[in-house]
Every structure is written in C-alpha cells, then in structure tokens.
C-alpha cells in the first residue's frame, strides 16, 4: 500500500528567539495518515510535544509527494519533480509523467545530487525539470509499532534530525594553495 501524505498548517504563536518577542506564525508540517481525519489526530499528537501553548489547525490537504527522502547533515526540504520517459508502443510516442520527491538537503545543487542518488536505481529514462524549496518545517512518518518498522523509523529520525556540518577555516585545507616561492617565480 502506497503512503499518503497530508499537509498540515499549524498556526501559534512563536517566541522570536532574536528579540524575544511573540508573533503569530503559521507552518506547514507532513504527516502519514490514512485519512483526514487520522491526519489532524496525528499532527494534533506530534505537535503538543514541540509547542507547549495553544495552537490551531487552519488547514489540511492531501500532498502530491510520492516519496520522502531525509539525508544526514541536512536542514531544509525540497520539493523535486521528476520527469520519467516511457514509450508508448501503440501511439509510437514518448511520454513524460511527472513524479514529485520530498528531498531532505541544504541547498538547490545538494537536492539535485541527493535525487539523482536517490534515482540511480531507476531502470527507465528520467530528467529533473524543476527543484523547489518548500516551505515544510518537519516530517512525521507512520509508526505501526510492529517489528522492523522501528529500525526504519529511528533511522528516519536520525537522518531528519541531524544538523549540517560546519567547515572552520582553519579546519579546510584548500588544494588549490600554492607555496609562496612558486608563486612568485609564475609572476617573474
């Protein structure tokens, strides 16, 4: 059976961590549900555990996702579609249909090469017409609770939660540097 995904805006008020000030903010968040109803229970559920005071509901629909991918090190979501070809034998003609993929990366070139990884075993022919950021704050997966499926999902959870990494300067060596004296015997 194949997931469906429910997009969930939740509406709160944040503290603004640089001010200190309350604003109302309004998020999108994803969850696996098997209907609308299962999905406002879960995003219900799953969102008392991050905000503490009240929050409201404003808006549920089905997402076209037809994949979720988290990576490690990674803090942003991208929406990708994807183009697959298939050869009509009776029209002679080729066709496209179009896929869309939740990409877990830190930026558009990062999602490019995570969704060819994440396509390198496709047998057919694909392109990657359009990568988008999208505005989605967090993904929550379906836990049934039988056994296997809680390997899966704290490794869901692990690659979601973990956070880039960052290159001091003084930690990255740059291959490219020249020693000071071949440098100059170039500009004599």
């Known amino acids: 059976m194949s997931t469906i995904w429910y997009e969930c805006k939740i509406k709160y008020r944040k503290t603004d961590e640089a001010t200190g000030t309350q604003k109302v903010t309004t998020e999108p968040y994803l969850v696996d549900a098997l209907s609308y109803?299962?999905?406002?229970?879960?995003?219900?559920?799953?969102?008392?555990?991050?905000?503490?005071?009240?929050?409201?509901?404003?808006?549920?629909?089905?997402?076209?996702?037809?994949?979720?991918?988290?990576?490690?090190?990674?803090?942003?979501?991208?929406?990708?579609?994807?183009?697959?070809?298939?050869?009509?034998?009776?029209?002679?003609?080729?066709?496209?249909?179009?896929?869309?993929?939740?990409?877990?990366?830190?930026?558009?070139?990062?999602?490019?090469?995570?969704?060819?990884?994440?396509?390198?075993?496709?047998?057919?022919?694909?392109?990657?017409?359009?990568?988008?950021?999208?505005?989605?704050?967090?993904?929550?997966?379906?836990?049934?609770?039988e056994d296997g499926e809680l390997e899966e999902l704290e490794k869901f959870n692990a690659r979601k939660a973990s956070k880039p990494v960052i290159i001091k300067d003084a930690d990255f060596e740059d291959p490219m540097e020249f020693e000071p004296a071949l440098e100059e015997e170039q500009d004599a």
């Open 37 to 145: 109803t299962e999905a406002e229970s879960r995003i219900t559920e799953e969102m008392s555990a991050y905000i503490s005071e009240e929050f409201k509901i404003t808006n549920i629909k089905m997402a076209n996702y037809a994949e979720i991918h988290p990576f490690e090190n990674t803090d942003r979501w991208f929406k990708t579609r994807v183009s697959l070809m298939a050869y009509d034998e009776e029209s002679g003609k080729e066709r496209k249909s179009n896929m869309y993929l939740l990409i877990q990366a830190n930026d558009v070139k990062e999602a490019f090469d995570n969704t060819v990884h994440v396509m390198k075993s496709t047998m057919g022919e694909y392109s990657i017409p359009a990568i988008s950021e999208s505005p989605i704050m967090d993904v929550f997966p379906y836990f049934s609770g």
